[in-house]
């Protein structure tokens, strides 16, 4: 069986071996420039990846943050809807009282009229006129 030709079986020996270590030379280089080529995408794929890392980081770190302030809006509404309850209940009590109060103010102003305990009803009207303007009766 023959071996295949190439390209170095027309050169003559004498000049083989300083070509191929022309070839090896030119080789090495190329491997070094690939070499170094392949370190520089390392080192980029290393950067990109760190730089990912701390967008996933912030990404946490936001989410983290939007969530508790999410918490703290829903527990604000929370308090806003039972102090609007609170607020609504207090209107009606403050209207039932003053109702009641009105009510007693107009015995109390009939009992004057017809001398019936006068003194006291009229303490009584002096009260109700004093918690309607906010002040202490005394």
């Known amino acids: 069986m023959s071996e295949p030709n190439t ?3 027309n050169v003559p020996a004498s000049r083989v071996l300083p070509a191929w270590r022309e070839q090896v030379r030119k080789l090495s280089l190329e491997i070094n420039e690939l070499w170094d080529k392949n370190q ?3 080192s980029e794929v290393e ?4 730089e990912l890392q701390m ?3 912030n990404e946490d770190r936001l989410m983290r943050e939007w969530q508790k302030a999410n918490n ?3 527990n604000l509404q929370t308090k806003v809807v039972a102090l609007v309850d609170d607020q609504t209940r207090l209107k009606a009590d403050v209207e039932r009282l003053t109702k009641a109060g009105n009510q007693l103010w107009a015995f109390a102003h ?3 009229v017809r001398g019936v305990y006068p003194k006291i ?3 009584r ?5 004093a918690a309607k303007e906010g002040k202490d009766a005394q």
């Open 7 to 9: 390209e170095w079986d």
């Open 40 to 42: 520089t995408l390392k």
């Open 47 to 50: 950067r990109l990846q760190s």
């Open 55 to 57: 967008e996933k980081e």
């Open 72 to 74: 703290e809006i829903y």
């Open 110 to 112: 009939n009992c004057v």
């Open 121 to 123: 009803a009229q303490e």
């Open 125 to 129: 009207i002096n009260i109700w006129n």
